[in-house]
């Protein structure tokens, strides 16, 4: 259990023998490094998963997901999502320009939020079956 922060650089992995669990006013930061868990990613309500980088299992966001405009978050298995998507930089998104934010091998549920304000520029929220992307309005 995440219950304060933890940070993944690049090339490290984290390994869970069984749940992951990001816990309410925990932090999980990818920089570019991964977890992975025997059974599945937890990020609970009050919990954040924040940057880029991979999740080799499955994941339930019912927290924050603070995703790069420059990097996707790569999910190796299915992704529910049920809480709030922020951007944790603002990058460098034209008027209209769409970024893949988040991959996974499905998708299902949608964020809490539609749109997302940051740096006085505001983004619409997509849905495939595959990704999240958001939209520079």
């Known amino acids: 259990e995440v219950g304060g922060g933890?940070?993944?650089k690049p090339g490290v992995t984290v390994?869970?023998?069984?749940?992951?669990?990001?816990?309410?006013?925990g932090q999980l930061v990818l920089q570019g490094g991964a977890v992975e868990s025997l059974r599945?990613?937890?990020?609970?309500?009050?919990?954040?998963?924040?940057?880029?980088?991979?999740?080799?299992?499955?994941?339930?966001a019912n927290g924050t997901l603070a995703l790069s405009l420059d990097k996707p978050l790569v999910v190796e298995g299915s992704a529910k999502l049920s809480g709030e998507?922020?951007?944790?930089?603002a990058g460098k998104v034209r008027r209209g320009q769409s970024v893949t934010v988040l991959k996974a091998k499905s998708i299902s549920g949608h964020f809490e939020n539609d749109k997302i304000s940051l740096a006085s520029q505001t983004y619409?929220?997509?849905y495939t079956a595959t990704s999240v992307t958001v939209t520079a309005k």
């Open 40 to 60: 599945w990613v937890d990020v609970q309500s009050g919990g954040t998963l924040a940057g880029h980088g991979t999740v080799n299992a499955s994941l339930y």
């Open 124 to 126: 619409s929220i997509a």
């Open 85 to 89: 998507l922020s951007l944790a930089d």
């Open 6 to 8: 933890l940070m993944v």
């Open 15 to 25: 390994h869970a023998r069984n749940e992951l669990r990001v816990a309410d006013k």
